[in-house]
């Protein structure tokens, strides 16, 4: 794979950072691949190279490329990170006989000019932002830990397009989710900041984006504004209190992970996973006494970034964290202020995936003692029912899921006949 031709773009109000793509092992066409913003957030937008590379090098492992060569300098930082993540990525999805690829550099190394002159004092720290609970508590938690006058203080929030796990990949969603989220972030003190990118067309399979990519895409994005930002964090979606829970050692394999994304990092920008240690019932409790946050709660897929159904399991699992704290009266965010049993009933959709298994049952067993605290005995009979429908015990069936996603050839098991990747 080459990366070549960098350039930028200006018109309609908007600034394009853009490379054109040609694969040399693959019988695919070129394609022309762009970050871009609106002129209100230029400053600090700048054509940084590790962005595209980071956009790239996964997409260019999968399809078994046997390079990357950059037609521009590359941190040397980044590529030792990149190191590590592909090897920890061929370990997790790939056949030992997946070779490795090479990252060439054609103009030696990249450094911004904000990293080497007093202008880095300048710079900003920045988040990942869907108004999900994880991007909402990570917003939240950073205000109340930091003062405004701390460098790690987030000021910048950032919205990506295509980002959302099942949303699709249009700018009118994006445009929509500025103007829903905007009032949220500016109560916290922070800038919305829409990102328009096509990274995902490199490779579209969802499965590819979720388990091995979408970290990645996070960081190519933030790397595209690297004169700006000094820090950037990505909120976790797992925690340490799932792990302590069911005895796990350490996290199961997924695009963005603890392991991975500090990783991504380059001299000109450090990436941060954030919030490892908080459950997702902690994380609604850092949002307990922020209404704003509260009333823009946004974890319906199939709506996003509008209103949420209040039926999907997803919308279901938040209600119950919130009706567990006392909060779910509080929230405009969902259609209704309680639950019953029956709704619980969409809990068993998850079961089709292993990694979901594993995370969504630490969530909702954390449920049950604060909503029998609470009085709720139905909805706590009605999860034990609901992930423990043939009387298995959930140890043994989280041993099962565990066998079937970790370790060395897990995906080749898999047998969707959508993945594994290609050999």
């Not at 709704?343 to 959709?349: A, E, I, Q, S």
């Not at 067993?365 to 429908?389: S, V």
Request: glycine share 6%; with cysteine; aromatic share 8%.
């Amino acid at each position: 794979m080459r990366i070549e031709n960098l350039r930028t773009e200006n018109g309609g109000g908007r600034v394009r950072q853009a490379a054109t793509v040609v694969w040399e092992d693959n019988h695919r066409p070129r394609q022309e691949i762009y970050f871009e913003t609106s002129n209100d957030f230029a400053h600090g937008f700048d054509l940084n190279p590790d962005a595209f590379l980071l956009a790239c090098v996964l997409p260019a492992m999968h399809h078994r490329e046997t390079r990357i060569v950059v037609d521009a300098g590359i941190c040397p930082g980044l590529l030792e990170g990149l190191k590590y993540v592909l090897a920890t990525m061929r370990h997790w999805f790939y056949d030992p006989q997946h070779s490795p690829i090479r990252i060439e550099s054609r103009q030696g190394s990249y450094v911004t000019n904000a990293a080497t002159t007093q202008s880095a004092e300048h710079k900003i720290t920045g988040s990942l932002f869907s108004s999900g609970v994880d991007s909402l508590a990570l917003l939240r938690d950073n205000h109340l830990r930091y003062p405004p006058d701390h460098p790690w203080f987030i000021r910048d929030a950032f919205i990506i397009m295509g980002q959302n796990i099942e949303s699709d990949m249009s700018e009118p969603t994006v445009r929509q989710a500025v103007v829903d989220f905007s009032a949220v972030t500016a109560d916290a003190g922070a800038r919305l900041i829409p990102v328009y990118t096509n990274v995902r067309a490199l490779e579209t399979d969802g499965k590819f984006f979720l388990r091995v990519n979408h970290g990645a895409i996070m960081a190519s994005v933030v790397h595209a504004f690297a004169q700006r930002l000094h820090t950037a964090f990505i909120a976790s979606s797992d925690s340490i209190g799932e792990l302590a829970f069911y005895k796990q050692p350490t996290f199961p394999p997924w695009g963005s992970h603890p392991l991975i994304d500090n990783y991504y990092s380059s001299a000109n920008l450090q990436i941060r996973h954030e919030n490892l240690a908080l459950t997702r019932l902690d994380k609604l409790r850092v949002l307990a006494d922020w209404d704003a946050g509260l009333q823009h709660i946004r974890v319906c897929g199939r709506n996003w970034p509008g209103p949420n159904c209040g039926k999907c399991e997803k919308c279901v699992r938040t209600q119950l964290g919130l009706l567990a704290l006392g909060l779910l009266d509080k929230s405009k965010a969902f259609p209704a202020n309680d639950l019953t049993a029956e709704d619980l009933n969409v809990v068993r959709v998850k079961h089709f995936d292993p990694r979901f298994n594993i995370a969504t049952q630490a969530i909702y067993y954390e449920l049950m003692a604060p909503l029998e605290a609470a009085g709720r005995h139905d909805l706590a009979r009605a999860i034990k029912h609901a992930e423990n429908p043939r009387g298995k015990t959930p140890r043994a069936r989280l041993r099962r899921a565990g066998k079937h996603l970790l370790g060395r050839g897990s995906a080749q098991r898999d047998g969707t006949g959508k993945w594994p990747p290609p050999k």
